[in-house]
């Protein structure tokens, strides 16, 4: 998968990133999405795009044949990961469901910035930011995937996203990929 285009009217959403849910994943694969996030949610911001900030408080509770263990999250599980830019001026929004455009908040925050093209970091990819790409490509907004911002803590989930379910939803590349073509738009 390769940009084609990021439009000047951009934001980004950053899917779940947070303690309770990146333990799930390897350290050094966090480490990584965190800090291209973070890199990400910084140029934004320099560009005066919108930055939304997405926490997951749980699942909807339909019955599914997945599960995970009933436990007891820990107190700090819907705090984002402490090396990420989280500023005020940012919309932070919690769901209770895999996509974020469930939230009329972030609904209305697109709408009002004017917003066509949204970008998506987070974890996990065929999960919740799957599912946040397939509902803002029905809503009518050119959807990318920064896959080096992303992390899918099942083994060959996220593979089979990519080369299955995303090419026809969204377009995918890099940060630097990302970065660059947004930084173009904006010229």
């Known amino acids: 998968?390769?940009?084609?285009?990021?439009d000047r009217d951009?934001?980004?959403?950053?899917?779940?990133?947070q303690k309770g849910i990146l333990a799930m994943a390897p350290s050094a694969e966090v480490a990584g999405a965190v800090g291209k996030t973070a890199e990400l949610a910084n140029t934004f911001r320099e560009l005066k795009l919108p930055v939304i900030w997405v926490c997951s408080l749980g699942l909807p509770k339909g019955r599914v044949e997945f599960s995970?263990?009933?436990?007891?999250?820990?107190?700090?599980f819907a705090e984002f990961h402490e090396d990420l830019p989280v500023r005020d001026g940012d919309l932070k929004i919690s769901k209770r469901a895999t996509s974020a455009f469930v939230s009329q908040d972030l609904r209305a925050h697109l709408k009002d910035h004017g917003t066509t093209n949204v970008i998506v970091a987070?974890?996990?990819?065929?999960?919740?930011?799957?599912s946040t790409v397939r509902d803002g490509f029905d809503a009518g907004y050119s959807m990318t995937v920064a896959i080096d911002a992303t992390i899918d803590p099942m083994p060959g989930r996220a593979e089979a996203a990519l080369k299955f379910t995303l090419p026809m939803l969204?377009?995918?590349g890099d940060t630097a990929e990302i970065v660059s073509a947004l930084r173009n738009a904006q010229a």
């Open 1 to 6: 998968m390769s940009i084609t285009k990021i």
């Open 10 to 17: 951009s934001a980004l959403v950053v899917v779940d990133m």
């Open 68 to 76: 995970l263990p009933a436990t007891t999250p820990p107190s700090d």
């Open 122 to 130: 987070g974890i996990a990819l065929a999960i919740g930011v799957e």
């Open 170 to 172: 969204c377009e995918a």
